[in-house]
């Protein structure tokens, strides 16, 4: 069992955890609109499957759109249905994920080393800057690791109960809902990393043949209805999906994603901060060494450290990369790395400021400043921030970090591990708290909210809405209408020649904005800034500014 029985003071922890997990996965969740490009994306596309009861053929803005699988968009239509179409309605779908997330960690960490690491692993990915940052955002890849998780957590469960075919059958449902998240990497990651172990740890005789046939036909039946029905009903689906969003996702730079190979180990260091600076130690601490009788001597240890080195080595190895890619590490490092912590903040009487532990301290303290000093300088890079818009954030963000780093070092030379540990989980949850906040502050930056309002203030149902040099996501959320592209229709390209309307709501060119320009009926724009200054020389009538947000500009060929 992965919940053995809990005494009346762990279930007070366990509770703790669970309300942390809630509180900082949910406060002011829908204080900000969808920021662009990720959160309007996929709430637009739960919005039309809602609208158009098509469940099986997603599409963004009215085309057909077969980067990802439906999963996510089905809970969020379903989030939709229970809660209106709200940013929190479409922000609960990670929120609930990122918390189970955390109960399973929780979970495996008790298993594998006792209740007090399982907790503690709970509380460290809690806190983690990146994981705890993508359970409030609209994005596919923390339900995927959710299911990536329970997949490995249940085979792992069922290897050490003699490989019990009920849980091994469990594992392939999740690793199936893990393929219908995010497509077949769902199930070849788990799947490689209980390869690599069972051959580790010479533990393939645990599992029958029938019990590993049955659960790939478990597999298969949770995923191959929507991907044989969507083949069916679009001949296109097949080439397009695995050959170009998959393996020329992984093995190109098609798609203008690439990043070098130690492009990963800067996303660690920031977004499994603060508990980063424990790796290096947590690593040579537990590493077994290079003799496969050693792997075999803590079969749970081997089980996290495979899951991690194989799963940091795959996403390195891609072509591309984005930050939230490697977010399925987070589990088995938060486990890791308690089981590090309990050692060292939790053990005996003994002294516990070490050399490794001084070592660790001064690590946190460099990626601290390295913290502060990226604050600092970030609006130089980004004319979308502004000093004096992060300024006193960043100040009361500096005061909680160094505070929290310096009390936490100076609790752990008095011995009091324990408080030295809850002052680094409490400064890590003032900073993701004050953190939103700050993050808020950009909005008019981040999303077309605002822009939108006014658009539905002013129009009728016959005037048009464009989307001009970019596509901006949440302009259809917010309108609940088809928007026109002008110029620039990046990822709706593939639906884009696949529309019989294409002709009348993706357009380019001098002649085609003449036409907008000229248009009988109102015709409403959005645009950066800088694209509007250049729209406007060109345009053949004036152009009447309605509302400015952040960088963008809402204007129109009619005045008023």
């Not at 999963?71 to 229970?82: I, K, V």
């Not at 294409?502 to 003449?514: I, N, P, R």
Request: one cysteine or more; a positive charge.
């Amino acid at each position: 069992m992965i919940m053995p029985q809990i005494d009346k003071s762990g279930r007070y922890a366990v509770l703790f955890l669970i309300l942390l997990s809630c509180f900082l996965f949910s406060f002011d969740l829908g204080g900000r609109g969808l920021w662009e490009t990720d959160e309007g994306r996929y709430a637009e596309i739960a919005r039309e499957m809602l609208e158009s009861g098509d469940w099986v053929t997603p599409r963004l803005n009215y085309v057909k759109y077969f980067e990802k699988p439906p999963l996510y968009d089905w809970l969020t239509a379903a989030s939709f249905s229970l809660f209106g179409q709200t940013e929190g309605a479409a922000r609960l779908v990670p929120a609930l994920f990122g918390l189970l997330g955390v109960v399973l960690t929780f979970g495996l960490g008790r298993r594998i080393s006792g209740h007090r690491t399982g907790w503690i692993s709970g509380v460290i990915l809690t806190v983690s800057v990146e994981y705890a940052i993508l359970a409030r955002v609209v994005i596919i890849d923390m339900t995927l690791t959710f299911f990536m998780t329970a997949a490995l957590t249940l085979f792992y469960l069922s290897y050490k109960q003699n490989g019990k075919s009920s849980l091994l059958g469990l594992a392939a449902v999740a690793a199936g809902l893990a393929t219908l998240a995010k497509g077949p990497m769902g199930v070849a990651l788990p799947g490689a990393v209980a390869v690599v172990f069972l051959t580790l740890v010479g533990g393939w005789r645990t599992f029958k043949p029938t019990t590993i046939f049955l659960s790939a036909l478990v597999f298969l039946a949770v995923t191959t209805p929507w991907y044989l029905l969507i083949s069916l009903r679009n001949p296109e689906f097949p080439a397009f999906f695995f050959l170009d969003q998959n393996l020329g996702r992984y093995l190109t730079t098609a798609h203008q994603r690439y990043e070098p190979a130690y492009y990963y180990l800067g996303i660690l260091a920031a977004g499994f901060f603060p508990w980063t600076a424990f790796l290096p130690a947590a690593l040579k601490t537990l590493w077994p060494g290079w003799r496969r009788s050693a792997w075999k001597q803590d079969e749970g240890l081997t089980f996290l450290i495979v899951w991690v080195v194989f799963e940091f080595v795959f996403f390195s190895l891609a072509r591309s990369k984005m930050m939230h890619y490697i977010l399925p590490l987070y589990p088995p490092l938060a486990i890791l790395t308690g089981r590090l912590v309990a050692a060292w903040f939790f053990g005996g009487g003994t002294p516990r400021v070490t050399q490794p532990v001084k070592l660790s301290y001064g690590i946190l303290a460099l990626v601290t400043a390295g913290l502060i000093i990226t604050g600092v300088v970030y609006p130089r890079f980004d004319p979308e921030v502004t000093y004096r818009m992060i300024m006193a954030p960043l100040t009361i963000l500096a005061v909680i970090l160094v505070g929290g780093v310096t009390g936490s070092y100076f609790l752990l030379g008095r011995n009091r591990g324990p408080a030295a540990f809850a002052t680094l989980a409490a400064m890590a949850s003032l900073m993701l708290i004050f953190g939103v906040l700050a993050m808020n502050q950009t909005d008019p930056y981040r999303t077309v909210k605002s822009l939108a309002a006014e658009i539905n203030r002013r129009a009728t149902p016959t005037d048009l809405v464009v989307s001009c040099d970019d596509y901006y996501q949440g302009l259809p959320f917010y309108t609940k209408r088809r928007i026109i592209v002008f110029q620039n229709w990046g990822e709706l390209d593939f639906g884009r020649h696949r529309d019989a309307q294409a002709d009348k709501y993706f357009l380019e060119g001098a002649e085609a904005f003449d036409q907008l320009v000229r248009s009988p009926v109102r015709v409403f724009m959005v645009a950066e800034k800088g694209r509007f200054d250049r729209m406007q020389k060109l345009s053949p009538l004036p152009l009447h500014i309605l509302a400015r947000s952040g960088d963008k500009v809402l204007f129109s060929n009619r005045r008023g």
